[in-house]
């Protein structure tokens, strides 16, 4: 089957340097994308999302990036900060009228050195 | 209120109890999601509901029964579970079906002894 997936399992990262996680997808027919951070004993946490019409986002020191040619997106934060330790998820969203189908990918440890 | 709250946090029980897990969301929203998260790995799709009517089941074993009895709340009734159904049970919300992002709670840490 068609599913999400990340090329790291685990990103370590000196404070203050950007951060960029990477997430492989395969299904053509998804036309919204979500990343997730996680942190232990805690749900998921939204960070960013983008539709498929649109190729980048940007928030608050995260941007993402979605490449549709090779079904690619990637998070990328900026000035990491020790608190941005945690996993990141990124997930595909096939939206229905029965309900968001959203597929998690594998997920990628986020471990800033101080 | 941007909150999804699930109770209780933490959960034992023995394989020939009866339980109930709990989630509430005050956003509106009329879509509701029970996720199923193992150590490690990435949450799973159990359950959605939409307006109250439960329109995707994956599969779920019928240990799981879930229940949705108002637009605010979610239930997750365990029964006869196995040791292997330890894990983390996440509620989510989201504003309707279709493309939105879904708010996910705390979870609540299952284990089954």
């Known amino acids: 089957g068609e599913s999400v997936g990340l090329h790291l399992p685990t990103l370590s990262v000196q404070e203050g340097d950007n951060s960029i996680i990477n997430c492989a997808y395969s299904?053509?027919?998804?036309?919204?994308f979500i990343w997730y951070k996680q942190e232990s004993g805690k749900g998921p946490q939204f960070i960013i999302d983008?539709?498929?019409?649109?190729d980048k986002r940007q928030g608050q020191r995260v941007t993402v990036l979605l490449n549709k040619t090779v079904k690619h997106l990637s998070l990328q934060i900026a000035a990491t900060q020790p608190g941005d330790s945690a996993v990141y998820f990124c997930?595909?969203?096939?939206?229905?009228?029965?309900?968001?189908?959203?597929?998690f990918g594998g997920g990628t440890r986020l471990m800033v050195k101080p | 209120d941007t909150e999804v709250t699930q109770t209780p946090k933490h959960l034992v029980m023995g394989m020939t109890n009866k339980k109930s897990l709990k989630c509430e969301q005050h956003?509106?929203?009329?879509?509701m999601y029970w996720y199923k998260q193992k150590a490690k790995k990435p949450p799973e799709l159990m359950f959605v509901?939409?307006?109250?009517?439960?329109?995707i089941n994956e599969s779920v074993p019928s240990r799981f029964s879930p229940e949705c009895p108002n637009s605010s709340l979610l239930n997750l009734h365990l029964h006869a579970l196995q040791p292997e159904d330890s894990a983390l049970y996440l509620c989510?919300?989201?504003?309707?079906?279709?493309?939105?992002?879904?708010?996910f709670g705390s979870g609540t840490q299952l284990s089954v002894l």
């Open positions: 299904n053509s027919a998804s036309d919204y």
């Open positions: 956003m509106g929203h009329r879509a």
């Open positions: 989510a919300s989201s504003p309707w079906t279709g493309n939105e992002k879904l708010f």
């Open positions: 509901y939409s307006y109250e009517k439960l329109s």
């Open positions: 983008i539709r498929s019409n649109m």
């Open positions: 997930a595909e969203n096939i939206g229905n009228d029965a309900g968001n189908m959203l597929t």
